[in-house]
């Protein structure tokens, strides 16, 4: 994958998902009932490593036209607030409009939730805010009555209660039957499988690229992607480096750079020990995948 492309394709799934389904957002994060994704704005802007999941425009009867900074998060994330301070601000210089930014918490995430960017001197004061929304919070028999009417389907593995067939599989097979959300199944299990086992699921399951709030996320034992992960540690460990230095590489990688394909992390694993700590400490100064296989090809014969 050439040049910026990678950036861009990791994040193509929320993207997707997040115009096509934008009004039910733009509901849920106004409170309105007619408020309306106007548009979702395409990568304008890479002011950091790290660019928004989505920048959706909204129309909002009350309000009028803002725009919603949207981050889905797996962790916490300490940096979030700054980053989202420093996006917010840029597109409301550039675009004139009110910013809201909005953070969605899939799981319960440990660690101190991050405050928001403030500051006061001589009498003035300076704040950035976030919505913070928590899906773990959120009761998985209210999304399943929502139905695919409402914007957190895709996540009920992740609410209270969710992580379950019964949950999970009606909306999956109503969602193969709509014209448009038939598309975005694979999304949705590539999500589910960190929580649940999905091996009822199989015949729903296509290629594409992992989503990346996912890179940092630990499955839930049991689970499809656990069950995945202890496949490849046995392998690994009798064939290759330690497992633990091929998931931290793994884990290194899709933070800085992007999610590596299954090319790459069978690459990964022909490493020696010492090439694989090498290239631990070179990633966070990587800007792209192809430089971790070039990397890779330089350093191996």
């Given at each position: 994958m050439k040049d910026g492309r990678d950036y861009f394709d990791r994040d193509l799934g929320a993207k997707n998902f997040l115009t096509e389904h934008g009004d039910a957002f733009a509901r849920a994060f106004s409170g309105h009932p007619q408020a309306r994704a106007v548009e979702v704005l395409t990568r304008e802007l890479r002011l950091d490593r790290r660019t928004p999941d989505a920048v959706m425009r909204v129309h909002d009867p009350v309000i009028g036209e803002w725009l919603a900074v949207i981050e889905v998060q797996s962790r916490v994330d300490p940096r979030i607030g700054k980053r989202l301070?420093?996006?917010?601000?840029?597109?409301h210089l550039v675009h004139d409009l009110p910013v809201l930014p909005v953070v969605i918490h899939l799981s319960r995430a440990g660690g101190k939730r991050p405050a928001p960017v403030a500051s006061?001197?001589?009498?003035?004061?300076?704040r950035f805010d976030f919505l913070v929304i928590d899906v773990w919070e959120m009761e998985a028999g209210h999304?399943?009555?929502?139905?695919?009417?409402?914007?957190?389907?895709?996540?009920?593995?992740?609410?209270?209660g969710g992580a379950c067939r019964e949950m999970v599989e009606p909306l999956i097979r109503e969602a193969m039957q709509h014209p448009v959300w038939k598309h975005h199944v694979n999304g949705c299990l590539k999500m589910s499988r960190y929580m649940l086992d999905l091996s009822w699921a199989e015949g729903f399951t296509g290629g594409g690229g992992t989503m990346r709030w996912l890179a940092d996320l630990e499955p839930v034992e049991?689970?499809?992607?656990?069950?995945?992960?202890?496949?490849?540690?046995?392998?690994v460990l009798s064939e290759g480096i330690g497992a633990e230095l091929v998931m931290l590489l793994k884990r290194l990688i899709g933070r800085y750079v992007g999610i590596p394909g299954e090319?790459?992390?069978?690459?990964?694993?022909?490493?020696?020990?010492?090439?694989a700590e090498d290239l631990i400490e070179m990633v966070p100064s990587m800007n792209s995948l192809d430089e971790v296989e070039r990397w890779i090809d330089e350093h191996t014969v």
């Open positions: 301070a420093e996006t917010a601000l840029h597109l006061s001197l001589l009498g003035k004061e300076m999304i399943l009555a929502e139905g695919l009417d409402g914007p957190w389907w895709p996540f009920i593995a992740f609410s209270n049991g689970s499809s992607e656990w069950q995945a992960r202890q496949a490849l540690a046995s392998k090319h790459l992390q069978g690459r990964l694993t022909t490493l020696s020990r010492e090439q």
